[in-house]
């Protein structure tokens, strides 16, 4: 949901719902919220309206209930809770801040944050709680407090506004006489309604309230005290609005409470995940997925491509480094060659990672990968693994082998090229660190002055030298990008490949070999050393330095 008032489902200017729940005929309840996400919750549950506690404010500021907390501080919070909401609010205003002059000023504020209306209680500033030694607080001069209520209705400029006249005679230790002689003079000042407050623990005295009131006004009523009446007496005395007051601050204090004292006495999280909101309800809450529509809609991101890393493979010939972990966990300069190549790709902005494992998967421990799994790979090879991860094919993606090292500028400069396929050959043939012979690759030009604007194709790519073939330009590093068309011929080639009976067996030259015979160009990237690749113990010595530094 988009959390700006304009998308909001009801459309009914606020101000206009508050009045017909106050001067409807059927009972209805205002919930109490103290800040945004009590107001959303609040909304969610199905309540009609909310009523802005001035208790529940301060209570979650920390102050107490006595203006500690300025006007202006409530009205920013107000704020925030009308952004995020669509029912009306009614302010807790205690004594409207001051004298008329700051009513006026507050209803032109209210109404600037589309705040329904405000409810203001005949005490005086500073105030403290009704339920704080209620009899020692003075009462407001009556002709005083009606001129607050006419400079406020004055002041507003919508008409259906709503000032709800707070009568704390009873509070106060008056009787009944005094409250309904007060709920009269301020419905004669223009009063929208009266909200008549008592502390008892029975209803009695709102009842008998009501009874001599005849609805002259809308009634209001708070049942913090008298909370057991069931709400068919309010709805028999002919009561308009009840206001649940404090409940979401006093539920969140006590789950705060609790939560605080497990966590603190247990040093785990263990037994209180479950009952606690999860992360995810608290993103939705926020309405985290209507921002992230606006930004595919407003905020567009360099697309980066997805990656592929193929790690499935034990690597024998380091025998006893790899009893416990794959290849790709060994620690590398104080870090697992995998997190190396994550770390790559978080420079380049990739964050879409699938990696596909095989031989001790469960001891990858990386995060921000996708992991898949080739479960049969001691008994297959590359294209068996590029098949578990085809989910994650995407229209412009990387394949690489997760053993590698590089230098960032090698990734980089590969996401700099146009072409469909390009695969990075390392033209440093004779370079002493990466003397393999396998997957050497022959290419349309070798890496000198004779590509000077040529396009480089590869030919093929062989374990072995081939006749016939001439010299070999370099060696695949293993690392070739797939982008729009590449992609659908990746996917078609693997269907072809997997019709042979040696699937199991191909690795990710042939992908390309067939590629090439299927009459696709691959380009090549060249490079000229730089990068190495973790296959042998002596590779091992190799890998530390080119981590500290040292080129290969
Ligand atoms: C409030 O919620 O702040 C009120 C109601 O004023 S009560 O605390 O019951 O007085
Ligand atoms: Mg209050």
Known sequence: MNLQAKNHQNSTPRCVQLRKLLESPDLEFLLEAHNGISARIAEQAGFKGIWA??????????????????????????????????????????????????????????????????????????????????????????????????????????????????????????????????????????????????????PDEVVSFAKEWQQRLPLVIVPTKYYSTPVEVFREAGISLVIWANHMIRASVAAMEQVSRHIQKHQSLVQIEDQIASVDRIFELQGADELSRAQQQYLKRKQTPHVIVLAASRGHALHELTDDRPKVMLSIGGKPLLRRLVDEFKKQSINNITVVAGYKAEAIDVANIKLRINAAYDQTGELSSLVCAEDAFHDDMIIMYGDLLFRSYILHDLLEHESEIVAVVDSSLNNPHTGHTQDLAYCSHPDNRSIFQHAVSLKCVRDQPVSGQGEASGRWIGMVRFRQQ???????????????????????????????????????????????????????????????????
Not at 134 to 149: M, N, S, T, V
Not at 163 to 191: F, P, S, T
Not at 489 to 506: I, P, S, T, Y
């Open 53 to 202: 506690s001035g208790l529940a404010i301060s209570a979650q500021f920390g102050v107490r209930d006595s203006n500690e907390a300025s006007w202006t501080q409530v009205v920013d919070m107000l704020e925030f809770m009308s952004d995020v909401t669509s029912i009306p609010i009614l302010l807790d205003g205690d004594t409207g801040y001051g004298n008329f002059n700051n009513m006026r000023r507050l209803v032109k504020k209210l109404e600037q944050r589309n705040i329904a209306g405000v409810c203001i209680e005949d005490k005086v500033f500073p105030k403290t709680n009704s339920f704080i030694d209620g009899e020692r607080q003075p009462l407001a001069d009556i002709d005083e407090f009606c001129g607050k209520i006419k400079a406020g209705k004055d002041s507003q400029s919508a008409p259906d506004f709503c000032i709800v006249a707070r009568v704390e005679a009873l509070i106060a230790g008056w009787d009944i006489n005094e409250a309904l002689r007060r709920a009269e003079a301020y419905h004669a000042a223009g009063a929208d309604a009266i909200l008549i407050h008592s502390k008892l623990s029975r």
């Open 486 to 552: 590449g992609r659908k011929w990746v996917e078609e080639a693997l269907r072809e490949l997997q019709g042979r009976d040696d699937f199991a067996n191909l690795g990710m030259p042939e992908l390309l070999n067939h590629l090439i015979e299927q009459g696709h160009v691959v380009h090549v990237h060249y490079v000229h050393g730089h990068w190495l690749d973790v296959n042998a113990l002596v590779d091992i010595g190799r890998a530390h330095d080119f981590a500290r530094g040292i080129n290969p």
